[in-house]
């Protein structure tokens, strides 16, 4: 099936620094999503992009649709003790095929 | 605030025994997926289904797993006759259409003995 490679695995940084983390797909993506997960708890929608080389914002978070349609990163600025949890990038790979297709996830882990 | 909610939260069955794993959508949404979860993984797609209609089921095993979306009342994902593979986090989500994001509930955590 479709894989999307999700990078890092894993980050541990102390609290105020600069995060970022992207995902690649071998193939074209026409939505890409972004989603928190806290433990024993559902994904949290962050952001949702929809266009090639969208830019969007939510807080702290911003998100980009790179230009290739397949691949998208997210930023967090200035992380904080909440921001800590699992992210997960999400995408739709074929024209009204609405199946999620998920990454491995990121875990950051935040040193206060 | 009426999220997706799913019951139960924790599902304990035998090896044989059946699983019934409930999801209402948010308000308006119409779509429901299902998806499952093992641990440390992302989510796996399942099933897609809208009211009466299942629309891709693409990511359901073969048997023993079943899915509905009746006119009234939740959709049920069912798995017959459980085995010990079947242990996992199993999530709903809905969206207003096909074209909207998806929003998930909390789980099931599913735990065959």
């Known amino acids: 099936g479709q894989q999307l490679n999700q990078s890092p695995q894993s980050m541990f940084i102390q609290e105020g620094e600069d995060v970022s983390m992207n995902c690649t797909s071998s193939s074209i993506f026409n939505t890409w999503l972004w989603y928190k997960q806290d433990p024993g708890e559902g994904p949290v929608l962050l952001i949702a992009l929809y266009k090639a080389g969208e830019l969007t914002s939510n807080g702290r978070l911003t998100a980009q649709f790179g230009i290739t349609r397949k691949d998208s990163f997210l930023n967090i600025s200035a992380s904080i003790p909440s921001d800590v949890g699992i992210y997960f990038c999400a995408g739709r790979f074929i024209q009204g095929a609405q199946k999620l297709v998920f990454g491995q996830g990121t875990r950051l882990t935040i040193n206060p | ?113």
């Open chain 2, 1 to 113: 605030n009426a999220g997706v909610m799913q019951n139960p939260r924790h599902l304990v069955r035998r090896r044989g025994q059946e699983a019934r794993l409930r999801c209402s959508p948010m308000k308006g949404h119409s779509h429901v997926y299902w998806y499952r979860q093992l641990p440390e993984e992302g989510l796996k797609f399942m099933v897609y289904l809208q009211k009466e209609n299942i629309i891709d089921e693409s990511g359901m095993p073969k048997e023993r797993f079943s899915a509905e979306f009746p006119k009234e009342g939740p959709s049920i994902l069912r798995i017959q006759q459980v085995v010990r593979g079947d242990s996992a986090a199993y999530f709903c989500a809905s969206s207003r259409d096909g074209d909207q994001p998806q929003h998930f509930g909390d789980g099931t955590r599913l735990s065959i003995l």
